[in-house]
């Protein structure tokens, strides 16, 4: 039975400026691996230094190419689900509505979100790690990972690795969204990596209510406003469905 207190409905139903950060929660009812699931089995005996820093690239290139390729293989395969849809329809519900993720997987851009803030990259796109400059194309070879078609550079997954500078718009856009909305709705992230985990922290500086969607306690629990305790492809949807359903009462009372 999915709870939602009244007054956070109202809250929401009332509000003109919204802001959301995703994290792996809300793609993990897709079968998308969270980043920490996503080192189990064959990649369990390899730790984030090796699989996500420029370092453990540099010294086994072939290695990390491959776990982004299982990756990338997984997420093919996968589908956006109610969570996903339910922050598009949110769209429309707000004045002013901005979606912040630091999921690669582009599921919120699959289920119809526009303007998707993406802090992380984005695991389908490649850049070449010597100049930095995204590439689409590169010549078949048997090299792995591919070559960079202008320096013979290695291709890397346009992500950010842990020690890398965030995409800069990205990040002030996300930090002004956080800064100036009513409501911050943090989804299905452990609240545990910097600079996105401290995005709501900004947001409650500010004087928004932090509302926390999660499975689990999280450090921002202690902060939250509202924590709800679920699943986010459940609990989305119920939210939707509760604000619209307030909307038009408060539509057909002042009629
Ligand atoms: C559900 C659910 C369901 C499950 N419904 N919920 C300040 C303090 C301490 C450390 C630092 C700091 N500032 C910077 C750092 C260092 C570091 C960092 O934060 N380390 C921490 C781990 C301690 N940060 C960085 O290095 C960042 N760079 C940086 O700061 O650069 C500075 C710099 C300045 C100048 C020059 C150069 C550099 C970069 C961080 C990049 C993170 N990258 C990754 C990999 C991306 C590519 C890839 O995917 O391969 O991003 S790491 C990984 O963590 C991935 C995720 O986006 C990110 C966040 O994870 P997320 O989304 O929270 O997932 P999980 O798995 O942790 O949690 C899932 C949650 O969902 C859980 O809570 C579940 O309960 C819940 N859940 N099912 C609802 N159905």
């Known amino acids: 039975m999915l709870t939602i207190p009244d007054s956070l409905i109202t809250r929401l139903a009332e509000a003109k400026t919204v802001t959301v950060l995703t994290g792996a929660g809300i793609s993990a009812e897709s079968g998308v691996p969270t980043f920490r699931d996503a080192q189990s089995g064959l990649w369990a ?12 690239f540099a010294s086994n290139p072939k290695l990390v190419w491959e776990w982004y390729e299982w990756r990338r293989q997984i997420i093919s395969k996968v589908r956006p689900n109610p969570g996903h849809v339910a922050l598009a329809e949110m769209e429309r519900l707000f004045p002013k509505y901005s979606l912040i993720t630091q999921n690669v997987d582009a599921l919120h851009e699959r289920s119809g979100s526009k303007d998707v803030i993406e802090l992380h990259g984005n ?17 078949s070879d048997d090299s792995v990972p591919p070559r960079c078609p202008r320096c013979s550079g290695w291709l890397r997954p346009d992500v950010v690795w842990f020690g890398e500078s965030l995409p800069l718009a ?14 911050f709705l ?10 996105a985990a401290g995005l709501a922290d900004a947001a409650k500086a500010a004087g928004a209510v932090i509302v926390e969607i999660n499975l689990e306690k999280t450090p921002l629990t202690k902060t939250a406003d509202y924590s709800l ?7 989305l949807p ?3 469905t509760a604000i619209g359903s307030q909307s038009a009462e408060r539509k057909t009372g002042s009629e």
Not at 48 to 56: F, S
Not at 186 to 195: A, F, I, L, R, W
Request: contains cysteine; negative net charge.
């Open 45 to 56: 005996r390899y730790d984030p230094h090796q699989l996500a820093t420029a370092e453990g």
């Open 123 to 139: 695991i389908h796109r490649n850049k070449c790690f010597v100049e930095g400059i995204v590439i689409d194309s590169w010549p």
């Open 170 to 183: 990205a990040l002030a856009h996300a930090e002004l969204s956080a800064m100036t909305c009513e409501v």
């Open 186 to 195: 943090s989804v299905g992230t452990s609240s545990q990596v910097h600079p």
């Open 229 to 235: 305790r679920g699943k986010a492809g459940e609990l």
């Open 238 to 240: 119920a939210l939707v």
